[in-house]
């Protein structure tokens, strides 16, 4: 089973609010990623997990947090969401390292921020 | 840095002609970068379609190919024949051999009509 599993797969949001989204996977991958798209643009990376370290892109330190209690689950969490916040967000999972670095993508959360 | 450029936004085929979709990038902070095409199909995940880690090399997948042109700096998705199936979002993507780093085009939307 290759399947990246994402909960809700449709939020709805206040302005500063707090959102909590979830993925899982069942593949044993070392790496969990989130992703923002918004249209017309290209999937930005907001930060992975290798193992138990999580690495955040500089330009987006500060706006989302992230945990991985297990393997098998992550979150990406805002603590008070604004109208920029809208877009699809995409988790994905990888086993690291090597030619086979796959990322297998979930099929998305779409956060609609009012 | 490094950059991903898709140039066209939407793509529309007629059913059974050939297909072109180009991608060019920009690696400055990878030494030896992997390249990769990922599809969405409508309701799906984004998946990987194929994907070539050496340059001058072709990758091949579902009828697709495309080959890393170090000289031209592009990887090109191409289609002898396309079918209506084939109707999806595609993405040309830049990494580095750990897969922990992916840097994505906009996009291209491909539609076939019969």
């Known amino acids: 089973d290759t399947t990246v599993k994402q909960n809700p797969r449709y939020k709805l949001a206040r302005v500063g609010k707090p959102v909590n989204l979830i993925c899982s996977q069942t593949?044993?991958?070392?790496?969990m990623y989130w992703y923002q798209k918004k249209p017309n643009q290209a999937p930005k990376l907001l930060l992975f997990y290798y193992d138990k370290i999580l690495n955040r892109e500089a330009d987006t330190f500060e706006k989302f947090q992230s945990s991985r209690p297990n393997n098998s689950f992550c979150s990406l969490y805002i603590g008070s969401a604004g109208l920029e916040y809208s877009a699809m967000y995409l988790c994905?999972?990888?086993?690291?390292?090597?030619?086979?670095?796959?990322?297998?993508f979930g099929p998305g959360t779409r956060l609609t921020v009012l | 840095g490094d950059s991903v450029t898709q140039t066209e936004g939407q793509v529309t085929v007629s059913e059974s002609k050939s297909l072109i979709i180009n991608c060019t990038y920009s690696?400055?902070?990878?030494?030896?970068?992997?390249l990769f095409w990922y599809v969405r199909y409508p309701g799906e995940g984004l998946q990987l379609l194929l994907k070539?880690?050496?340059?001058?090399q072709k990758g091949s997948s579902r009828g697709f190919e495309a080959t890393y042109n170090k000289e031209t700096t592009s990887f090109h998705l191409q289609k002898a024949s396309v079918q209506e199936s084939d109707s999806a979002v595609y993405y040309c993507a830049l990494g580095d051999y750990s897969g922990t780093y992916q840097r994505f085009g906009t996009g291209t939307k491909l539609q076939v009509v019969p």
């Open positions: 994905a999972s990888s086993r690291v390292w090597g030619p086979y670095a796959e990322q297998f």
């Open positions: 690696a400055t902070s990878i030494a030896y970068p992997n």
């Open positions: 593949m044993n991958h070392d790496t």
């Open positions: 070539v880690i050496t340059a001058g």
